[in-house]
């Protein structure tokens, strides 16, 4: 089955930096689109960042600058790095992934379990 995990969450202080990780796995055919949203408690979950397979990157304003998306096609991977945190990143980040899988013949979308990024002031 096609699936997302992440990786690279964690604890640190204000300030520091953090690089998330989010492979697909499974017999994609093809993604159309990878991201990042964040869940804080009692929060609605909010876009962070996205990337296209056309290369096109989008950013929530309040973090452009100092977050960046990149992505690796031949891994299925997506990664966010994450700089000069703040104690208002606290949250939760899912990965997410509009992902053909093979002979499924339609786009879906996908999310990963999501992975704890807990910023100290």
């Known amino acids: 089955q096609v699936q997302l995990v992440e990786s690279g969450g964690g604890l640190v202080q204000a300030g520091e930096s953090l690089r998330l990780s989010c492979a697909a796995s499974?017999?994609?055919?093809?993604?159309?689109?990878m991201a990042w949203y964040r869940q804080a408690p009692g929060k609605q979950r909010e876009l962070v960042a996205s990337?296209?397979?056309?290369?096109?990157?989008n950013y929530a304003d309040s973090l452009k600058g100092r977050f960046t998306i990149s992505s690796d096609n031949a891994k299925n991977a997506v990664y966010l790095q994450m700089n000069s945190l703040k104690p208002e990143d606290t949250a939760v980040y899912y990965c997410?992934?509009?992902?053909?899988?093979?002979?499924?013949?339609?786009?879906?979308?996908?999310w990963g379990q999501g992975t704890q990024v807990t910023v100290s002031s």
């Open positions: 997410n992934a509009n992902m053909e899988a093979l002979y499924s013949g339609n786009y879906q979308i996908y």
């Open positions: 499974g017999s994609i055919l093809r993604i159309l689109r």
């Open positions: 990337t296209t397979s056309g290369g096109t990157t």
